[in-house]
Protein backbone atom coordinates (compact mmCIF):
# COMPACT_ATOMS: atom_id res chain seq x y z
CA UNK A 1 0.00 0.00 0.00
CA UNK A 2 1.36 3.09 -0.82
CA UNK A 3 0.43 6.83 0.64
CA UNK A 4 1.14 10.33 -0.70
CA UNK A 5 0.28 12.91 2.12
CA UNK A 6 0.69 16.59 1.29
CA UNK A 7 1.19 18.94 3.83
CA UNK A 8 2.20 22.77 4.25
CA UNK A 9 -1.50 24.54 2.40
CA UNK A 10 -2.64 27.65 4.53
CA UNK A 11 -3.85 31.15 4.03
CA UNK A 12 -1.35 33.42 2.64
CA UNK A 13 -1.37 37.43 1.67
CA UNK A 14 -0.74 38.13 -1.72
CA UNK A 15 2.81 38.47 -2.49
CA UNK A 16 3.51 35.75 0.75
CA UNK A 17 5.28 32.68 0.15
CA UNK A 18 4.44 28.57 1.54
CA UNK A 19 6.53 25.32 0.77
CA UNK A 20 4.47 22.29 -0.25
CA UNK A 21 5.71 18.79 1.21
CA UNK A 22 4.88 15.56 -0.36
CA UNK A 23 5.38 12.17 1.72
CA UNK A 24 5.22 8.74 -0.53
CA UNK A 25 5.36 5.89 2.07
CA UNK A 26 4.69 2.38 1.88
CA UNK A 27 5.77 -0.52 -0.51
CA UNK A 28 8.53 1.18 -3.09
CA UNK A 29 10.90 0.38 -5.13
CA UNK A 30 11.40 3.57 -7.31
CA UNK A 31 9.22 7.04 -7.07
CA UNK A 32 10.52 8.16 -10.82
CA UNK A 33 8.68 11.44 -12.06
CA UNK A 34 6.57 13.87 -9.04
CA UNK A 35 4.32 16.20 -9.95
CA UNK A 36 2.21 18.77 -8.19
CA UNK A 37 -1.38 19.41 -9.75
CA UNK A 38 -3.85 22.27 -8.35
CA UNK A 39 -7.65 23.04 -9.05
CA UNK A 40 -9.01 25.95 -8.10
CA UNK A 41 -13.20 27.04 -7.75
CA UNK A 42 -14.77 25.71 -10.74
CA UNK A 43 -11.40 25.12 -12.95
CA UNK A 44 -10.54 21.84 -14.12
CA UNK A 45 -7.46 20.00 -12.28
CA UNK A 46 -4.21 21.37 -13.59
CA UNK A 47 -0.15 20.68 -14.13
CA UNK A 48 1.30 22.97 -11.78
CA UNK A 49 4.97 21.41 -12.28
CA UNK A 50 6.67 18.34 -12.70
CA UNK A 51 10.23 16.64 -11.75
CA UNK A 52 11.83 13.94 -13.17
CA UNK A 53 14.00 11.04 -11.63
CA UNK A 54 16.82 12.63 -12.76
CA UNK A 55 16.10 16.20 -11.95
CA UNK A 56 15.02 17.93 -15.10
CA UNK A 57 11.61 20.13 -14.27
CA UNK A 58 8.82 21.44 -15.75
CA UNK A 59 6.56 24.32 -15.57
CA UNK A 60 3.09 25.79 -15.65
CA UNK A 61 3.64 29.20 -17.83
CA UNK A 62 1.53 30.81 -14.96
CA UNK A 63 4.19 30.08 -12.32
CA UNK A 64 7.44 29.85 -13.96
CA UNK A 65 10.10 31.70 -11.91
CA UNK A 66 7.49 32.04 -8.98
CA UNK A 67 7.39 28.08 -8.25
CA UNK A 68 9.91 25.80 -7.42
CA UNK A 69 9.78 21.94 -7.72
CA UNK A 70 12.57 19.52 -5.80
CA UNK A 71 12.80 16.36 -4.24
CA UNK A 72 14.80 14.33 -1.57
CA UNK A 73 15.01 10.64 -2.92
CA UNK A 74 16.61 9.39 0.03
CA UNK A 75 13.25 10.85 1.54
CA UNK A 76 10.87 9.75 -0.97
CA UNK A 77 9.80 13.42 -0.32
CA UNK A 78 9.00 15.83 -3.27
CA UNK A 79 8.78 19.55 -2.45
CA UNK A 80 6.95 22.56 -4.24
CA UNK A 81 7.90 26.19 -2.97
CA UNK A 82 5.52 28.96 -3.95
CA UNK A 83 6.40 32.55 -3.93
CA UNK A 84 5.23 35.95 -4.97
CA UNK A 85 1.73 33.85 -4.80
CA UNK A 86 -1.17 35.62 -6.28
CA UNK A 87 -5.06 35.18 -5.35
CA UNK A 88 -5.34 33.16 -8.78
CA UNK A 89 -2.84 30.60 -6.98
CA UNK A 90 -5.89 29.72 -4.97
CA UNK A 91 -6.57 26.16 -5.10
CA UNK A 92 -6.61 22.84 -3.68
CA UNK A 93 -2.56 21.36 -4.21
CA UNK A 94 -2.64 17.70 -5.49
CA UNK A 95 0.80 15.33 -5.08
CA UNK A 96 0.90 12.86 -7.91
CA UNK A 97 2.97 10.22 -8.87
CA UNK A 98 2.34 8.79 -12.33
CA UNK A 99 4.40 5.84 -12.51
CA UNK A 100 5.62 4.83 -9.21
CA UNK A 101 7.36 1.15 -8.97
CA UNK A 102 6.05 -0.53 -6.66
CA UNK A 103 8.27 -3.27 -7.64
CA UNK A 104 10.56 -3.62 -10.39
CA UNK A 105 9.09 -2.92 -13.60
CA UNK A 106 5.58 -2.94 -12.29
CA UNK A 107 4.28 1.11 -12.01
CA UNK A 108 0.86 2.84 -11.02
CA UNK A 109 -0.30 6.14 -10.54
CA UNK A 110 -1.44 7.57 -6.87
CA UNK A 111 -2.88 10.73 -5.97
CA UNK A 112 -2.33 12.71 -2.75
CA UNK A 113 -5.35 14.12 -0.93
CA UNK A 114 -4.83 17.05 -1.37
CA UNK A 115 -3.77 20.70 0.67
CA UNK A 116 -5.54 23.78 0.36
CA UNK A 117 -4.07 27.09 -0.45
CA UNK A 118 -5.34 30.49 -0.23
CA UNK A 119 -3.99 33.75 -0.85
CA UNK A 120 -6.34 36.58 -0.10
CA UNK A 121 -5.72 39.70 2.20
Known amino acids: QVQLVESGGGLVQPGGSLRLSCAAS????????MGWYRQGPGKQRELVAVIRSGGSTNYADSVKGRFTISRDNAQNTVYLQMNSLKPEDTAVYYCNAPDLEVVAGSTFGYWGQGTQVTVSS
Open 26 to 33: GSIFRLNA
